[in-house]
C-alpha cells in the first residue's frame, strides 16, 4: 500500500502534461500564464508547507532559535545549489533566444521538482507503513500540488522545443522522483531517516524552490508582456496550493 500511494502521489505530476494538447491561439500568453502559475505554487509550498513543516520537524532535536537558525541556514544552501544549476546548465542551440530560456526554465523546474518530490516520497512511504489513512490523506494533498508542478516543466519545454514527447519524458522523469524515494527509503533509508534529516531537507528545497520561483520562472513570465496574466496565474497558483488544506 505504501509503494502504492506513494507511486499514485508521484505519477499524479503527469497530469500536468494535459495542457500541451490543447491548442491555444496566443502562445505568448498561455506560457506567460503557465510560468506564473508555477512560481506561485513553487512559493506557496514553500512557505505555507516546506518550512513550517521543516521547522515543526527540527524541533524534536533542537529548541528555538537553534531550529529557526539551521532552517535558514539550509534555505541559502538550496538558493545557493539552484543558482549552480542555473550557471552550470548549458545554453542550447535554439534559434530565438527567449526559447533558450524557456527551455532553461523547464530543465531547472525538473530538477527542482525531482528534488522536492524524493522527500515527499520518503515522507509518504514511511507515514502510510505506521498509518493507511494518514497515508491517503498525504497522496491526496501532494497529488494536488503535483498536478501544477508537471504543467511547470511540460509546458516551458513543449512551447521550446515542440515537442510534446520531450515534455512528456521530462515530466515522466520528475514523476519517478517520489516512487524513487519509496524504494531508496524501503532498501536503504528506513532505518537512518529521521525528523532532522527530513527538516534539513524540507529546507533546502524550500530555499530552491524560492529561487527558482523569483530568479526564474516569474522575469520569464514577465518577459512574455503580459503582466495582468502573469499577476493573475500567480495568484491563482497560490489559491491552487491553498486548496489542500481543506483535505
Known amino acids: 500500500m505504501a ?35 508555477a512560481a506561485g505554487v513553487m512559493i506557496c509550498v514553500s512557505i505555507t508547507d ?59 523546474s525538473m530538477l527542482a521538482i525531482i528534488l522536492h518530490n524524493i522527500p515527499e516520497g520518503i515522507a509518504t512511504f514511511i ?32 512551447y521550446s522545443t515542440q515537442s510534446k514527447l520531450k515534455a512528456i519524458f521530462y515530466t515522466f522523469i520528475s514523476a519517478l522522483s517520489e516512487p524513487l524515494g519509496a524504494i531508496l527509503t524501503y532498501f536503504f533509508l528506513f532505518k ?13 528545497i524550500a530555499g530552491l524552490m524560492i529561487h527558482i520561483s523569483i530568479v526564474e520562472l516569474i522575469p520569464e513570465s514577465i518577459n512574455h508582456k503580459y503582466n495582468k496574466t502573469s499577476m493573475i496565474f500567480f495568484v491563482i497558483g497560490i489559491i491552487f496550493m491553498l486548496i489542500k488544506f481543506l483535505f
Open 3 to 37: 509503494f502504492l500511494l506513494t507511486t499514485m502521489a508521484g505519477f499524479s505530476t503527469l497530469i500536468g502534461t494535459i495542457p500541451i494538447f490543447i491548442k491555444f491561439k496566443n502562445v505568448d500568453k498561455i506560457i506567460s500564464g503557465a510560468l506564473a502559475f
Open 50 to 108: 516546506l518550512i513550517p513543516e521543516s521547522i515543526n520537524m527540527l524541533n524534536d532535536g533542537f529548541n528555538g532559535f537553534f531550529t529557526v537558525l539551521l532552517s535558514f541556514i539550509f534555505i541559502l544552501v538550496g538558493i545557493f545549489i539552484s543558482n549552480f544549476i542555473s550557471k552550470m546548465l548549458p545554453d542550447v542551440d535554439y534559434k530565438e533566444l527567449s526559447n533558450k530560456k524557456l527551455y532553461k526554465v523547464g530543465i531547472i
Open 127 to 158: 507515514t502510510t507503513t505506521k498509518s493507511t489513512s494518514l497515508g491517503l490523506s498525504l497522496t491526496i494533498a501532494i497529488a494536488l500540488h503535483n498536478i501544477p508542478e508537471g504543467i511547470s516543466i511540460s509546458i516551458p519545454i513543449y
Open 192 to 204: 537512518y531517516i529521521n525528523n532532522t534529516i527530513l527538516g534539513l531537507i524540507f529546507s533546502l
